[in-house]
């Protein structure tokens, strides 16, 4: 019985990878292929780009205040807390910035995303688009796609400049430190390595969290329960493999680029 | 392809020539979802300007064959043509094209509830990029045949349950198909609308003669259909002289996936199999 429900389990996972292989390459390739909905990508964009801003932002801000005020403890007591702007840049730049941004608009973007294509499938809104000749694929995942990595990448630099900004803000006003010296240190260790990483990892991140949220939204069954566990799943997904790639390609990226 | 000519779709001698071909045919089909087969070994056909009841318990896999016929959902063995085409093995993007030429109304409606009725009418045609004041004229016309259009600018949320019916019935008929299935148009809603209802679908056979299946468990809106005539002078319908019945609508029963019965209101009234004594009594 343990074994055929680990042996159903197992095929259950390779179907789903399989599925999202297919249904991934083909939202991809649409975007070569008329009819492309310029429209609705702009309204993705507008959803996804300014909707996310503020939460970017304020979490950008207080992740580098926090980076500043945890490290600024720790590297005084070696004498180096005139490197907190180099830690904080580097850390906000190579890591957090990406990484936060990703999670912040996958717990809003992907759940959406999953809860609005399940609520169409399950009042078969889906089948009513197809019904009358129009791509489901074309005109909502397409878009949503490529407006999710679009954004992603501003939204990464958003998080960015005010992570370095909140860790400014409190070497400056907390630790009583020198506001130029902070800057300087952020700016001089920076190398274009360090940057190329973290605008790589947005454009990953945005085709994850999108193609996940429609992927969960768009196989969605049984009714309203299944809108929410489409919803649960969306976000879990896209978290924990924005998380997993970030892995990879920082290894990618540091065997390229070694310090 | 839908029509996308300057001629008025919404009158009665714009409607499509009817031709010998069957528009659908069902050869020996079945399907199943991880399970029992849902359709077993079905065949039927649909002729041109002919009306097919599909009659049937809850469950029995009626919508499914709808959805079938239209091409949304594959049957693993047999074969199916729609409109002179077999749909069986085409390929989606060649479905999307086939099923423009197809009107269907879901069981709930299903319109669009983040657009306006205009909108849901329309969508085909905004789609194609038609100019606006098209589109509006067409949407007024297909909305004035279900009778609602006050409801132009309307979101489908303020709408009734049976407004929604005919709102996804004038955006069935608004790109003139040539075929329309129609599952359970009267599914869930009360004796008055559900007679609003059938008397919309009797006026677009009589008017258009667009061929048709129609899904039901309701034997009343299968008998009204098949006893009534729409009458234009009257703009209502009207029942047929004693004893004669609508020559074009005939009916078929579903019994756990197997198609039990395909004839005439007659042969139906007569038949001897147990299922259908059971359902007609």
Redesign the interface.
């Known amino acids: 019985m343990a074994i055929k429900n680990i042996e159903s389990s197992a095929k259950n996972i390779v179907l789903t990878v399989q599925e999202y292989s297919l249904f991934s390459a083909r939202a991809f390739t649409n975007l070569y292929r008329p009819p492309i909905y310029v429209p609705e990508f702009l309204i993705q964009a507008d959803i996804i780009g300014v909707g996310s801003a503020a939460i970017v932002l304020l979490s950008g801000f207080f992740t580098g205040g926090v980076l500043a005020l945890q490290s600024a403890a720790t590297l005084s007591a070696f004498g180096a807390a005139a490197v907190t702007g180099r830690f904080v840049a580097m850390s906000m730049i190579r890591e957090l910035g990406p990484v936060l941004t990703g999670v912040m608009v996958s717990g809003r973007n992907a759940s959406s995303m999953a809860s609005e294509l399940g609520s169409m499938v399950v009042t078969e809104q889906i089948d009513a688009m197809r019904a009358l000749g129009v791509d489901p694929m074309r005109k909502l995942v397409t878009p949503r796609i490529f407006a999710c990595i679009s954004m992603l990448f501003f939204l990464t630099i958003v998080a960015d400049f005010f992570g370095i900004l909140g860790g400014a803000a409190v070497t400056v006003f907390m630790n009583r430190q020198n506001g130029t010296q902070y800057f300087s240190m952020a700016y001089e260790y920076l190398r274009y390595p360090d940057i190329l990483q973290g605008l790589i990892k947005p454009l990953f991140f945005g085709y994850i969290i999108a193609s996940i949220g429609c992927f969960y939204g768009m196989r969605t069954t049984g009714g309203t329960q299944g809108v929410g566990r489409s919803t649960i799943s969306a976000v879990v997904t896209s978290s924990v493999l924005i998380i997993f790639v970030d892995f990879l390609i920082s290894q990618v990226m540091i065997s390229l680029f070694p310090t | 392809m839908?029509d996308t000519s300057t001629s008025d779709p919404l009158v009665p001698d714009a409607a499509p020539q009817a031709s010998a071909t069957p528009v659908v045919v069902f050869k020996n089909v079945t399907v199943s979802f991880d399970g029992p087969p849902v359709l077993n070994n079905v065949s039927f056909s649909v002729g041109p300007a002919e009306t097919r009841v599909l009659l049937g318990p809850a469950g029995v896999g009626k919508s499914v064959l709808l959805?079938l016929a239209?091409g949304?959902l594959r049957p693993d063995r047999g074969q199916i043509d729609l409109l002179g085409q077999e749909i069986t093995h085409m390929s989606?993007?060649s479905l999307?094209?086939l099923?423009?030429r197809?009107g269907?109304v879901?069981?709930?409606g299903?319109?669009?509830?983040s657009l306006t009725v205009r909108d849901n009418v329309g969508?085909?045609f905004i789609?194609q990029n038609l100019p606006e004041e098209k589109i509006d004229r067409r949407v007024r016309k297909a909305l004035s045949f279900v009778e609602l259009e006050q409801t132009f600018a309307l979101y489908p949320d303020s709408l009734s349950g049976g407004m929604r019916r005919r709102v996804a019935i004038a955006?069935a008929l608004i790109s003139q198909p040539e075929l329309i299935l129609y599952d359970s148009p009267t599914g869930g809603l009360d004796p008055v609308t559900s007679t609003t209802i059938i008397e919309l679908i009797i006026k677009e056979r009589d008017v258009y003669r667009t061929p048709s299946i129609l899904v039901t468990h309701r034997l009343q809106d299968a008998f009204t259909l098949c006893t009534h005539r729409f009458d234009a002078d009257k703009g209502q319908m009207v029942p047929l002289p004693k004893g004669e019945i609508d020559p074009g609508t005939t009916f078929m029963m579903l019994e756990e996936g197997s198609l039990i019965f395909d004839g005439s209101l007659h042969e139906l009234l007569s038949s001897k199999n147990p299922f259908v004594r059971e359902f007609l009594e």
């Open positions: 839908t959805k239209n949304l989606e993007e999307f094209a099923r423009s197809v269907m879901f069981q709930e299903a319109l669009f509830d969508y085909q789609q955006r």
